[in-house]
């Protein structure tokens, strides 16, 4: 049933409350959650697409198109990769997404975050052959393509949130080092290492120490990055890269430069026809690795901006079918000579900005570039790859998350060590075992917080309803002979033994002897086989020294767990309690305690 004027004034106004434009997600459905529109977004647009959109979609990817090119090239040199590289790893993606991709606005292509990648996985192998190099990173990306494929059909789409923020803005902080750092002596006009950060930083330094530095290369390609930053600043919905690569290229021209600094050269006419690239079963093996990697990156930072405009946009996305959508994208980039890609942070904004409603704009972007390798591809053959390093550092700088930084040693010190740690792996193992490296530190740090979680000894306090940690409320009373015990976190291999300890710890030092140890267990989430083996000798420990073991507010699944492993009748059904009232008040009424609940507001 069609939506009354007034519902869908109201609906609007709410929208824009919200600063949600209420022109895109409206007039589609949401996705249907099987059958072929499932699997293939693009058609569901298509089929409920409105006339009104058409102009906004085209003008949307036309202006998208005057960055594709540029960053496209400038990424594939980055990665170490021929420049028309950039522009096959942007076309055919964008169609692929377009198609299978949920997310109605995203923009997939290269990027710089992972150019750095790409190329230590594909520069020390390719041995300075570009044919080689190219193939490599295409069977990177189709490897990377399948992992995603793979991951979304098996619901794995969760995996991207074991990367915690502070370990991706370490990673991310790397890369970005890594990446300025290895394009600076393209910005200067020479060549300079490969390799980690390190290799990297003293390529640049050996080059400026021996006096290679161009000096009309270092004057394009310092004004490109003057001018990019600054029209970003100044008026950031300007084509800044657009009119830097254009006024570099006429530079070049007309001042006669193309012998005397490095330019892109004649691009191939046409497109390439869909083929496997043809290496080696080592070089598949060696790849695999990398293209793991790639994928957890390159969705881990999708996730988060297909989210992020899915809600602003007023439609929700997938997170399983956003993997098989980027995952059929870096196929297809591999089949046509591209390279791994993911979603653009900085391209997206600009098509939503510029009016884009569907998938659509992608289309018209990924047509205009094959227009200009057929119609024009004589237009880039003066580019000078120094403009192209001022794209990829201008880039890089914007990776750079010195905010966050500040925040995690300001509020939570534990994650800022976390984030430089995963900063110094990318910059001194490489980019690609220092993601390893960040990912298994993120991991690592979940196991540390279950590990050593808060505990809390509850008391009951004046004027307030419950019990509470005695530490945060030091005038709480303790109903003598009772230990009220809360444990925050879900009791597994990890921490089951440092349970255990505390509890004795605590009967063992408190001033009178402890008759019953109630557990507060609605934090307890989960209870596995070695926690429930622990519970069991806790149990016995406790009975030894003349206390019973007791739990209150557990849920009723943990319960259930507890009663699969035979604990809950071991321990005895009427010792579990459904509130820690009702558990104070049964030992109260038990051992006969005197106990005045409450002291200043008896009725409270």
């Given amino acids: 049933m069609a939506e009354n004027d007034a519902v869908r004034s109201e609906r609007s106004s709410v929208l824009a409350r919200r600063g949600v434009d209420s022109a895109v997600g409206v007039g589609v459905p ?91 996985a594909v520069v020390s192998r390719a041995a300075n052959d570009p044919e080689r190099a190219t193939a490599l990173a295409s069977v990177l990306a189709i490897l990377t393509g399948v992992f995603c494929v793979l991951a979304g059909l098996f619901r794995a789409g969760f995996v991207t949130d074991l990367v915690s923020k502070p370990v991706r803005v370490g990673y991310m902080n790397g890369i970005a080092l890594t990446v300025l750092v290895a394009q600076l002596p393209k910005l200067l006009g020479f060549s300079g290492g490969a390799g980690n950060l390190g290799d990297a930083l003293s390529g640049l330094v050996r080059g400026v120490i021996s006096g290679r530095t161009n000096r009309a290369a270092l004057l394009i390609g310092a004004t490109c990055l003057l001018f990019i930053h600054f029209s970003r600043k100044v008026r950031p919905r300007f084509p800044g890269v657009l009119a830097a690569v254009v006024a570099s290229t006429l530079a070049v021209s007309l001042l006669g430069l193309r012998n005397q600094i490095a330019v892109v050269g004649m691009v191939p006419w046409g497109l390439p026809l869909p083929a496997l690239p043809r290496v080696a079963i080592g070089d598949v093996r060696d790849m695999a690795v990398a293209a793991l990697g790639i994928a957890l990156v390159s969705y881990a930072d999708m996730s988060v901006l297909s989210r992020t405009f899915a809600a602003r946009n007023g439609y929700r996305v997938d997170s399983n079918r956003e993997l098989v959508g980027l995952g059929i994208a870096n196929i297809s980039s591999g089949f046509f000579r591209g390279f791994p890609v993911t979603s653009s942070s900085s391209r997206t904004p600009v098509a939503e900005a510029a009016g884009s409603k569907t998938q659509l704009t992608g289309v018209v972007g990924a047509l205009a570039i094959v227009t200009l390798l057929v119609a024009a591809p004589s237009l880039l053959q003066n580019l000078p790859t120094t403009a192209l390093a001022a794209i990829v550092v201008a880039a890089a700088l914007l990776l750079f998350d010195v905010r966050s930084l500040a925040l995690f040693r300001r509020v939570r010190p534990s994650d800022f060590i976390l984030s430089i740690l995963a900063f110094l792996a990318v910059a001194t193992l490489g980019v690609l075992w220092g993601i390893l490296v960040s990912i298994a530190l993120s991991v690592l740090d979940v196991l540390r917080r279950a590990w050593h979680p808060h505990d809390a000894v509850l008391g009951r306090a004046a004027g307030i309803k419950g019990y509470h940690d005695v530490t945060r409320y030091p005038a709480a009373r303790q109903v003598p002979g009772l230990l009220l015990f809360r444990w925050d976190a879900p009791l597994f291999f990890a921490n089951a033994d440092t349970f255990r300890a505390r509890v004795i710890e605590l009967v063992d030092s408190a001033t009178q002897p402890v008759l019953w140890v109630v557990i507060a267990s609605e934090p307890i989430t989960d209870v596995d ?65 005197e106990w005045n609940d409450w002291e200043s507001k008896p009725n409270a």
């Fill in 30 to 120: 949401p996705t249907p959650g099987a059958g072929p529109y499932a699997w293939m977004p693009g058609l569901w647009a298509l089929k409920h697409y409105r006339r009104s959109w058409l102009a906004k979609d085209i003008a949307a990817g036309l202006v998208v198109t005057s960055l594709l090119v540029p960053a496209g090239m400038s990424y594939a040199v980055a990665a170490g990769l021929p420049a028309i590289t950039g522009l096959y790893a942007t076309i055919a993606p964008l169609l692929a997404y377009a198609l299978f991709g949920p997310s109605r606005i995203m923009v997939v292509g290269p990027d710089s975050a992972l150019a750095a990648m790409i190329a230590a």
């Fill in 529 to 593: 086989t070695t926690a429930a083996e622990m519970l069991q000798e806790l149990d016995t420990e406790l009975a030894a020294r003349g206390a019973e073991l007791a739990f209150a507010e557990m849920k009723d699944p943990v319960k259930d767990r507890l009663k699969r492993y035979e604990l809950h009748a071991t321990i005895g059904h009427e010792y579990f309690f459904p509130t820690l009232g009702v558990a104070v008040k049964t030992f109260i009424d038990r051992f006969g305690v």
